[in-house]
T-cell receptor
């Protein structure tokens, strides 16, 4: 039981490049989330998927897209990376709307 | 606007002493309340939650939290701190009802426990 896994762990992009962050959970949770963590700002919700087949915007969705591929997988795509997207990205999952279980994070630097 | 405040950026405590990490919130209705801990270069780990019932909830690693509805607070406590408790702590609030999937996190409080 791996919980929530994320790939890659680290990534460096140049401005304008694209990439997809992958997330998978093996806890049979219905809901999945993408957050970014910036110093002094806590976690901010980018997108979430309440259940398979649905996605909704969170607090800071601009510049990102998501895909809920199936119940296990929820990916985050940056179409044209910007330096402002330098951050640590966390994926999480939960059963219904209770506590969330987080992956280890992806540290992204955009130069 | 809905918000969560952790008024202390950092809390310092000596090992063996009690600790308190403060959290207040401004959310309508009856929200769900959570505490998470983050160790360096790791994801957040769930500590405890309040949904309903007894105002004092117990969680992992000897932590507990007290819900106070009139003061809209949910302070994290531990009777005797350990050096290994040193980490970043986040309070989180999940509004009930239609906004229930949009958890609001505080900015975090760094706890230092000195031996």
């Amino acid at each position: 039981n791996a919980g929530v896994t994320q790939t890659p762990k680290f990534q460096v992009l140049k401005t304008g490049q694209s990439m997809t962050l992958q997330c998978a959970q093996d806890m049979n949770h219905n809901s999945m989330y993408w957050y970014r963590q910036d110093p002094g700002m806590g976690l901010r919700l980018i997108y979430y998927s309440a259940s398979e087949g649905t996605t909704d915007k969170g607090e800071v969705p601009n510049g990102y897209n998501v895909s809920r591929l199936n119940k296990r997988e929820f990916s985050l795509r940056l179409e044209s990376a910007a330096p402002s997207q330098t951050s640590v990205y966390f994926c999480a999952s939960s059963a219904l709307s209770y506590e969330q279980y987080f992956g280890p994070g992806t540290r992204l630097t955009v130069t | 606007a809905q918000s969560v405040a952790q008024p202390e950026d950092q809390v310092n405590v000596a090992e063996g002493n009690p600790l308190t990490v403060k959290c207040t919130y401004s959310v309508s209705g009856n929200p769900y309340l959570f505490w998470y801990v983050q160790y360096p270069n790791r994801g957040l780990q769930f500590l405890l939650k309040y949904i309903t019932g007894d105002n004092l909830v117990k969680g992992s690693y000897g932590f507990e939290a007290e819900f106070n509805k009139s003061q809209t607070s949910f302070h994290l406590k531990k009777p005797s701190a350990l050096v290994s408790d040193s980490a970043l702590y986040f309070c989180a609030v999940r509004p009930s009802g239609t906004g229930g999937f949009k958890t609001i996190f505080g900015a975090g409080t760094r706890l230092f426990v000195k031996a």
